[in-house]
T-cell receptor, first 113, second 114 residues
Framework: GESVGLHLPTLSVQEGDNSIINCAYS??????FIWYKQESGKGPQFIID?????DKRQGQRVTVLLNKTVKHLSLQIAATQPGDSAVYFC????????????FGTGTRLLVSP | GAVVSQHPSWVICKSGTSVKIECRSL??????MFWYRQFPKQSLMLMAT?????????EQGVEKDKFLINHASLTLSTLTVTSAHPEDSSFYIC??????????FGSGTRLTVV
């Protein structure tokens, strides 16, 4: 179901490190997943997506891994930069078409120079 | 493609007044638009789904008469917060549900009711 969190988990890393942000999704029938980055006061920005027929997808400095067995999604950011500091949300979608997204609680990534 | 333009970016209004938020699809036709609300340090919560030419579908617990949604054309969906109260202060975001475009979001509207 939809998630509401009072406290965002925080991941603190040093600039240049690799970051891994994890997400547990709720519905085994979900077949499409998206990672979003949200900076303060802005709308979520698409980072990368993956369909359920894949277990890995790579973009520029980012990799998404999907483990359907345990309903787990991760976002790996290589060589993390201060500009990557933001809140990251995973979202799942069922059924395609114009079905709604269900969001995870979010993780705050803090990158120290 | 799939650019969603949302206005205003922020608005401050007095308690009891109404505020209209617009989302326009700039380079595509949107038959459906989702409206989300986000409180500080929380995730996005779906409020309603607007459908061009028909009534919006509201999520459980969302007051239809308070949050009026209109989707009169294929390029414009609006959310009007009527008789706003301080507890309505939040970040409101529209979202176009197209997988080809990664479910593009508008830039959001920060509403503060005083």
């Amino acid at each position: 179901g939809e998630s509401v969190g009072l406290h965002l988990p925080t991941l603190s890393v040093q600039e240049g490190d690799n970051s891994i942000i994890n997400c547990a999704y709720s519905n085994s029938a979900s077949d499409y997943f998206i990672w979003y980055k949200q900076e303060s006061g802005k709308g979520p920005q698409f980072i990368i997506d993956i369909r359920s027929n894949m277990d890995k997808r790579q973009g520029q400095r980012v990799t998404v891994l999907l483990n359907k067995t345990v309903k787990h999604l991760s976002l790996q950011i290589a060589a993390t930069q201060p500009g990557d500091s933001a809140v990251y949300f995973c979202a799942e979608n069922i059924g395609g078409g114009f079905q709604k997204l269900v969001f995870g609680t979010g993780t705050r990534l803090l990158v120290s120079p | 493609g799939a650019v969603v333009s949302q206005h205003p970016s922020w608005v401050i209004c007095k308690s009891g007044t109404s505020v209209k938020i617009e989302c326009r699809s700039l380079d595509f036709q949107a038959t459906t638009m989702f409206w989300y609300r986000q409180f500080p340090k929380q995730s996005l919560m779906l409020m309603a789904t607007s459908n061009e030419g028909s009534k919006a579908t509201y999520e459980q617990g969302v007051e239809k008469d308070k949050f009026l949604i209109n989707h009169a054309s294929l390029t414009l969906s609006t959310l009007t917060v009527t008789s706003a109260h301080p507890e309505d202060s939040s970040f409101y975001i529209c979202n176009y549900p197209g997988r080809d475009y990664g479910y593009t979001f508008g830039s959001g509207t920060r509403l503060t009711v005083v």
